[in-house]
């Protein structure tokens, strides 16, 4: 009772610390990531893998609608999780900046740079006051210049993080640990897309359903991200023997 | 009790996550949305159909002057539920937008792109401090240039969602119930009246009052957004036998 | 006792949202309308009548400058009820859109026109923190350009209605309960302006004061706002028979 | 109690509504008004009379400092009573807005336009944040350009009304009564200092000082605010009989 | 016990009013002038004289740097009382305003026009949010350009006062009351300067001390403002039998 | 628990004093220090060591993102603890200041000069409202135009101080035991490496994890700061039998 | 218990009045001073001498880089005590008005001219929101153009003083007991050196470290500001025989 009632001194208005030096705003943007469908990002040795689960409510809701994959750039996608309107925002800011370099530059912007980019705008949002942190994590995945698959994560604090697979939002510790038990550095991007879909149905119990999910890759060799269709997830989830049971 | 008390810490002020991650004062304009009367969204293969419950509380208010639906260009309406002022300043946003991407591309907004400009705006009035969330659900349909009816929906956090047909405001989730019941994709527009209009009277005890109503079309062939009149919504309920007995 | 506290938890500093979805600084802003005197609009086949009941404290209080009925335009007349001041700018907000729309586009602006710019003002102060709601509700009447007349309320939400005929302020609901009994759409300017007394009187003790009312109509035919004097109101009510006892 | 501690609760801060649509924080400026010495305006047929308690604490104290008796433009006096440098912000206002009427249209402003330019400076300080209201009441006499005298009050929350006589501060309402009985129209300008003075004598315990009071007319003829010396005071008093013992 | 915790309720954060129509802060900032040591000013026949007790706590301390007597032009000195840091902003402001006057208008501002500058800048501090009002009073003190000796007090509500004489700061009830007891108007400079320093040695137990004490007058027909130096001051004390023992 | 609720009323909203002169919010950025893992600074005859332990906690999160040493300019390199995301802004900062100088001056930044330009920034967000204090410290280490190495510390408070060797973060006090029982001024750029690793694992249960460890070192010849691969680590680990069990 | 929980009310937020007239927060960033070691001033006959305590915590600390001893310009120096950061602050503000003067009248700042252009902008902190007090307190040494010494204190309300010396910080009032008994007038600057050592001395329990102090003087003859190198003060303190046992 006595750590609940000091706990809760600390998280009103804007984002201060507490005593014990935490940034409770920032810790409760978290729980807003916890609270979303999880989205999954694998890199393989020739290009990303981002998976998403799209937890459709409703047979009337259009499921492509549920936004949770991204394209920043020809060469760049993003998988989110949490609070989708504050998503979108950094969505959008992340293609400006993309724009940005290449106008300035002449040249697509590095993966890395974009991901620095948008969390140095997330920690502005848990500093300055007047607003609330982006209750939003990102996975962003690319394909950098010199052709080498990247895999980036921003969290609600701004801190940027490079992984090798990873997954955020629901059911995210059980999901990575999936992950690191099966997760071999040599996969080609056809088994990085298995390995997210097994994942991801590890913390499934019902199987997984065509129209619940986004798939997107970004090829190293054409440096493109590219989206499933329906029917392709359809017919590789059969192929797998992932499907739910009641669509087969 | 101990539940309640900790929720009333986190929804004052300016919109801040609760330990949870939740926002507050956006699941309270939620509620604002239910307390108003409905409205209903349906498409079909020919044209998207809105109809607004208008809960008429006075003989002497002009039913007419209730606002529920508005026509936000030629080839997109909107159906609102909620605190109507609010509703009125997304409108004249959305109508805006419209105006702007006319002018500025030479050509009409599409359904989608309107609705995620109405959608970012949202989203900022739960993100900045020194407002609060819009206490409104909008119901955004219309042709895309492809003449395909597109359905939409914002909700209070900022989030799109598309559907085949949805209600907003009171009663949505037994609207709801109906509507995946008897909804069919190969509907066309006189049927898709005919099911938002029996969806409402499902909820409705006394059946339904042509000067409590509200319909607009908005046709695939021509893109035109058209309201019934209140004459032409009465022949309309009585032959499909909806009139409340009063009005018979 | 607990509803009590919970209540007044929402309803401090700005204009938040409470768990239920209400607005408690908007519905105080409407028990401030409650605490003024009353006015009443009619509309009539051939203009709109409006009577407003000024409630004079002090005998050596000048009735003409206990404001409850204001000229907008020449077509268009206003009255109000509770917080004055507040009244004042919102009618000085109503003049200027008149003058504005006269030289933009060279026509009388019409009164739903009219009604919405101050509608869509009054909103802005229901949503963006720093400053209160208007506590104050508007009667707005006048001609529109085909000669009809209309008849127009404004809340403290800022949610524009138009009306057949209409009371704000005190004894609202009495007042509109002898309207509904008594209206009659075909009436005349005259029988309208009887209407008015008559409901006022409704809920009179004491019979009416000539020097305590003010009556305005707005024409059909000369689109012109005007105000009675003292003395045609009291040969008025001497008339009608509804004068005080004291006044005969 | 219950009472009690409720309506501490709407009356902090900036100015907002209570529940029972009260702005506490303008009925408190009130009392700060009632805290202040009378001060006392009658409209006669040939001007206005202007009279001011001055309450003088010392004998080493300049009466003609205390300020509650100021000329606003030729044909223009201002009386105040309440919170005296709260005062000297108005009148500067008013004083301003006499010049700019005279540059602008090339003639004096009229009493009506003055006193409602200073009510609605007073009404944003109700109604916006960062400030409180003012802690002040006027009385605005002077001569229209018609000759006819005009008598007006703001009260803090910026509304006005026109009077035949009035009282603010201090006895406001036991001096009124005395103005009720004994105002009569066709007083002329003598009569209604002496109207003036006696109101006032009649709640002062100990008759009227010299030294302790202000005495200004607006003539209607010559439309000159013009102020009584000590010397012409005292002797006022003595031909009326109204000297405080002590003075005679 | 509950009119106590009723007081605490009133005088937080920025200055508002109370139930009883005060404004606390500036009841506050009222008690830190009472927290000062004395200053005194006495208008004579030719000039003003300003005297200031300056406590010197320490015999390290130079009692030339404790601030109370401060030239604010020619013919115009100001001696304070309370918070002296506040002082420095206010007599800087005077300053200012006495420059801004000369280069403006070309003559010297009158003691009256600088007095109401100041008061009118202190005044603001306690309506506009952001700030507190100033801990600090201001006797200013000088010669018109008729050649009259004016004095006038600032107190921390931004009201303006005229004096014979008077005393700001500590003790000023006791000092004022021996002020009213022996003043004379037709003292000239010296009996004036002779008055305020009985008056001081009045409430001061162990006589004064000439390192302790400043003495400033305003030469009527010089038209200039001229400090006594220590040894001066010494000289007058022994003459007039006002020295401290200890300094014998 | 007296103590406790004290300490509590000081640590809120913006950063103000506490009764006993603390500034809470600034000792609680300390604590978000403490949360981070150590970072080493030493300062050799021949150049500066900076060590970083990365705490990776998975092994599917590449090493090379937890951003702990960094670049600042050619001759000065940065190691940080605390929140990773303020790290960033300050470090981005450091960079700007860096290129400015070069710019107006033609040469580079001292690291005297930046360290105090980042200090100076930090200090504005511990007194200025609206934003929280930084919550991480900073080693900057660099070589002098006069080729002698230094090496400073910011923290919270924007206090700058210089040392021979330090720690920041986790186990500070400790590491700093070992560093002042070992540090000898004659070392070389090899035998601070070799303090720092020690010093490091002296309060690391398990020994050193080459992917888990940043070794920089800006050489005092050369002037040129310059990171460690992982190969190297290791090897050097090996070498010094640093190595945790499991890596051998 | 009744008196800290009043005190307790009043010392929140922006600074304001407590009920007794004081400024908590600047009170509390006196004790932020208390909090700092002792710097002692002395003015001598040819020079001001200023010492500094430096409180070396760790050995590995350099304590030159610990910031007591600050040159402002060429004839000024200043020692702080205090909150380091913010005297930094401080120190850069007096640093730029010594410039600006050099700048706009062609002569060195006068020392009192400087000391109270920082007092004023200390106390801008005191009166305006959203900032806090300066924590500091200044000892601002130098001499003027007609070569007399100066010695002036700036503490944290803004206030000015000039003493003939003093001391900040820590047991400031058993130094300055100290040196009121030990202080003579016509002292020379290695005299004054040796009082402020002494003075220093006598609230250490251990003697005094070479290396854990600064001193410096401003020179009345060469005015230059110049301080003692640690050799230097070695020697001085075993010439005095003021060394501390462990260093001898």
Known sequence: MQGQSQQQAYDRGITIFSPDGRLYQVEYAREAVK???ASIGVRTTDGVVLVADKRISSPLLEGSSVEKLHKADDHIG?????HVADARQLIDYARRQAQINQLRYGEPISVETLTKAVTDNIQQYTQVGGARPFGV????????????PR???TDPSGTPYE????????????????????????????????LALNALASVSDDGLRSDGLGIATIDAETEQYSEFDEERIASYLEEHDLLAEEEQ
Do not use: T
Not at 78 to 82: E, H, K
Not at 137 to 148: E, F, H, N, V
Not at 166 to 194: Q, T
């Open 78 to 82: 993003i998988a989110s999780a949490g």
């Open 35 to 37: 609270r979303g469908s």
């Open 137 to 148: 994590a990102l996975i962003i995945g690319g394909i950098d210049d010199s052709g080498r």
């Open 163 to 194: 992984w090798k697979a990873l997954a955020v939002g629901a059911d995210r510790s059980a999901i990575e640990d999936y992950l690191k038990e099966h997760y071999r550095e040599e996969m080609d991007l056809d088994a990085g897309v298995g």
């Open 151 to 153: 895999l980036f994560e």
